[in-house]
Nanobody
Framework: QLRLVESGGGLVQPGGSLRLSCSAP????????IGWFRQAPGKEREGVSC????????YYAEPVKGRFTISRASGKNIIYLQMNNLKPEDTAVYYC??????????????????????WGQGTQVTVAS
């Protein structure tokens, strides 16, 4: 069973940066589309960014556009979310999710949480001074 592991969260001051990582020990993710989601206390889970299985397409939610970058390591087994110019409203638990789409959906970005089959346990990101 594929298990996703997130890392890289922590406490950072406003304006600072963090890089989150998503991996699947013992598995490769080169055939998977990946999404990053977050959930703040008292709020619903929201999509942050996603990348297609082919890496040809990416998506960013409006609140993070221009500040966050999703990428896949050259070996394709780690997916990163580089977060710059962090704001207090970015405080949340961040989750990565994966799905293995059919070949004809390799360029597709999956924006909804219910489109993903595998989820990590989450990593806490706190932006505060």
């Amino acid at each position: 069973q594929l298990r996703l592991v997130e890392s890289g969260g922590g406490l950072v001051q406003p304006g600072g940066s963090l890089r989150l990582s998503c991996s699947a020990p013992g598995f490769t993710l080169n055939l998977h589309a990946i999404g990053w989601f977050r959930q703040a206390p008292g709020k619903e889970r929201e999509g942050v960014s996603c990348i297609s299985a082919s890496d040809a397409s990416t998506y960013y939610a409006e609140p993070v556009k221009g500040r966050f970058t999703i990428s896949r390591a050259s070996g394709k087994n780690i997916i990163y979310l580089q977060m710059n110019n962090l704001k207090p409203e970015d405080t949340a638990v961040y989750y990565c999710a994966a799905t293995h789409p059919p070949n004809y959906y390799r360029d597709y970005v999956f924006r909804r949480g219910d489109e993903y089959d595998y989820w990590g346990q989450g990593t806490q990101v706190t932006v505060a001074s």
